[in-house]
């Protein structure tokens, strides 16, 4: 609908599994994100990647590691996950990522279960 | 002191009222505003820009108060369909957005 197409829509995994998160987007945007929602707290910016370089990271565990191949598709690898990391996570792109150029348009999400 | 401050809410109004929604943002630096909406367990989308000069789309106007740093959202003759989280986002300089935590609107019939 919006442009920004993310898989799984819904993940269960053990702490001690490996999986991945993926996003595409359709919008020809060069700048794509990934963010952390958890209850009752603002979006937690995570990554940045623009033209498929990361230009952000906010202090994110190494059990998440990005990976963006091209500018239309970006993943989120997970491994040795805490039950903490339990919360939605939303990929997004913008037209670039500085100011004028970063209107952001969100995927539906993953909604993430650590057991 | 966060970055962007909204007051959580639950705001509980009857259909057809007008309700207004204050954001503070703490760096004086910051170029561009916005307010996204988020329905609940949905993503959240782009509700509209807010420009310096103010700015209206249908019942919806966005102001900016660069000199008090806050910038509202006036929704008037409330929907059902408006009840949501309501996102203030602010962009400093050479970073992405930073998000508010939202105010939570509920209209109610």
């Known amino acids: 609908e919006t442009g920004v197409t993310q898989t799984p829509r819904h993940l269960v995994m053990g702490m001690t599994n490996k999986k991945s998160l993926k996003c595409e987007q359709h919008l020809g945007h060069n700048a794509m994100y990934w963010y952390k929602q958890s209850a009752k707290k603002p979006l937690e910016l995570m990554f940045v990647y623009s033209l498929e370089e990361r230009v952000e990271n906010n202090s994110v565990p190494s059990r998440f590691s990005p990976e963006c191949p091209n500018s239309s598709h970006l993943f989120l690898h997970l491994h040795t996950l805490q039950p903490e990391d339990s919360a939605l996570y939303l990929c997004a792109s913008s037209q670039g990522w500085r100011e004028t150029k970063n209107i952001q348009y969100f995927g539906a999400g993953t909604r993430l279960s650590v057991l | 002191r966060k970055e962007v401050e909204q007051d959580p809410g639950p705001f509980n109004v009857p259909e057809g009222a007008t309700v207004a929604f204050n954001c503070t943002y703490s760096n004086s630096a910051s170029q561009s505003f916005f307010w996204y909406r988020q329905d609940c367990r949905k993503e959240p989308k782009l509700l509209m820009s807010?420009?310096?000069s103010g700015n209206e789309d249908g019942r919806f106007t966005a102001q900016l108060n660069r000199a008090s740093q806050y910038i509202s959202l006036l929704i008037r003759d409330s929907k059902l369909s408006d009840s949501a989280t309501y996102l203030c986002?602010?962009?400093?300089?050479?970073?992405?957005?930073?998000f508010g935590s939202g105010t939570r609107l509920q209209v109610q019939p």
């Open positions: 986002v602010v962009s400093v300089g050479r970073r992405a957005l930073t």
């Open positions: 807010v420009y310096s």
